[in-house]
């Protein structure tokens, strides 16, 4: 599982409130991604991160923002949280030796 | 983006060979097809990668046609859990590594 872990694992929470989501690696990875998975829908790119303090926009980016202070660190934050956003969130890694993404096990966020 | 197709869903008979398509007509020279799968409640897991050459691992194989614009997951003898979503992946490697997923196919594995 290279060493990822999500917390929470479940959360839910009322329309407008923040939340933030964390993500953790033991492995010292450069890279990290956050990924949404909506109901009968693949996974699609929120932010990724090259390095620490060093992010940049996936394709749903919009209502979020992300922060790596350190390698081991990646956090998604949603700053005031819509029914949008109600989804399963996942983090991933890249092992470059490999050129492969490791996934967490998913944070299930449930807005009301 | 670099989009790939695959069937939406897929049946087999359990311990017979399952070919999973998946077409990338938009591939580029440097992009990797990767294979993934995801078991329910499950995050994606990760199953083989290739670039040109067919590849082979203890999970399945991946035949990748010559022109690279379209390629083939073989599970050899499909098992009940083998049933999930998989998942072919282009991943454009001057952009991050970014994964661009589609809807998957998912494979219906009859005992």
């Known amino acids: 599982d290279a060493g990822i872990t999500q917390s929470p694992r479940h959360k839910v929470t009322e329309t407008g409130t923040p939340v933030t989501l964390r993500c953790h690696q033991t492995?010292?990875?450069?890279?990290m991604y956050w990924y949404r998975q909506d109901p009968g829908h693949g996974l699609r790119l929120i932010h990724y991160?090259?390095?620490?303090?060093?992010?940049d926009k996936g394709e749903v980016s919009d209502g979020y923002s992300v922060s790596r202070s350190k390698t081991e660190d990646f956090l998604l934050t949603l700053e005031s949280a819509t029914s949008s956003q109600t989804s399963v969130y996942f983090c991933?890694?890249?092992?470059?030796?490999?050129?492969?993404?490791?996934f967490g096990p998913g944070t299930r966020l449930t807005v009301l | 983006d670099a989009k790939t197709t695959q069937p939406n869903s897929m049946e087999s008979n359990e311990e017979e060979p399952v070919h999973l398509p998946c077409n990338h007509s938009t591939i580029s020279g440097t992009d990797y097809i990767h294979w993934y799968r995801q078991l329910p409640s499950q995050g994606p897991e990760y199953v083989i990668h290739?670039?040109?050459s067919n590849v082979n691992n203890r999970m399945a194989s991946l035949a990748i046609a010559e022109d690279r614009k379209s390629s083939t997951l073989i599970l050899h003898r499909a098992t009940l859990r083998d049933a999930a979503v998989y998942y072919c992946i282009l991943s454009v490697s001057n952009t991050g590594n970014q994964f661009y997923f589609g809807t998957g196919t998912s494979l219906t594995v009859i005992p």
């Open positions: 991160s090259y390095g620490v303090k060093d992010t």
């Open positions: 290739g670039l040109t």
């Open positions: 492995e010292n990875h450069r890279y």
């Open positions: 991933a890694i890249t092992e470059w030796s490999t050129d492969t993404q490791y």
